[in-house]
């Protein structure tokens, strides 16, 4: 088949990077149409003539092409609820191979609260890199004074809700992403509540970013 036709019908069923279909089979659920497919074939037949007969013999009102026209569509009714009696099923056997699973692991503990001191260069280098000052005016976070460097953790949401170039987004096109934060002994936790569309791999960075914290005592 199709790469183009298995990727849609893919879509349609609810697979992503669908790439081949393999096999289409068609069969009955119901037991008399499974024990004798040509039944269901010969019922149809009989009702369509039977509704031509019906309209071409018995009635005699009208003209002949309306009652044609009327048998053709009383025989593809009654052909129509046969096969749905017939309980039919259409299996296809695809060929998909979806995107693997990315885990991003983010430090809550009270150590990501520390604002580190760096020379000038490297501030303004790891400022620019996330897009620092951006991320301030969007969150109307409120100033700090020059001399009082960012902590860890803010470089972290600065990154995670970064507009141009947003880390999430570019690894999202490879991969299905899951956020969480480790800021206890006993394991991690979500970084935010899975919604919907989390389940499906659409994260949203602000929500991510606004969600971290830096109140863990330990980390495992």
Known sequence: MNASLAQWLGRLLGFENTTNVE????????AWAQNGPAWVVFGVAAAVALAVTFYLRTQSHGRRTVRIGLAAVRGLLLGLLLVILADPILQFR????????????????????????????ARAAYD???????????????????DQPPARADYVRALLARE????????????????????????????????????????????????LTTDGQVTA
């Open 164 to 211: 141009k170039d947003n880390l999430l987004e570019r690894l999202s096109e490879r991969f299905r992403l899951r956020t969480y934060v480790f800021d206890r002994a006993d394991g991690v936790r979500p970084l935010v509540a899975a919604s919907e569309d989390e389940a499906e791999g659409e994260l949203d960075p602000a929500a991510l970013s606004a969600a």
């Open 94 to 121: 695809l060929t998909n191979r979806p995107k693997p699973a990315l885990w991003l692991l983010v430090d809550g503990s009270d150590s990501m609260g520390i604002a580190d001191e760096y020379t000038g260069d």
């Open 23 to 30: 096999e289409v089979r068609f069969s009955f659920g119901s």
């Open 128 to 146: 620019e890199s996330v897009d620092l000052a951006g991320y301030e005016d969007r969150t109307a976070r409120p100033p700090r004074p020059d």
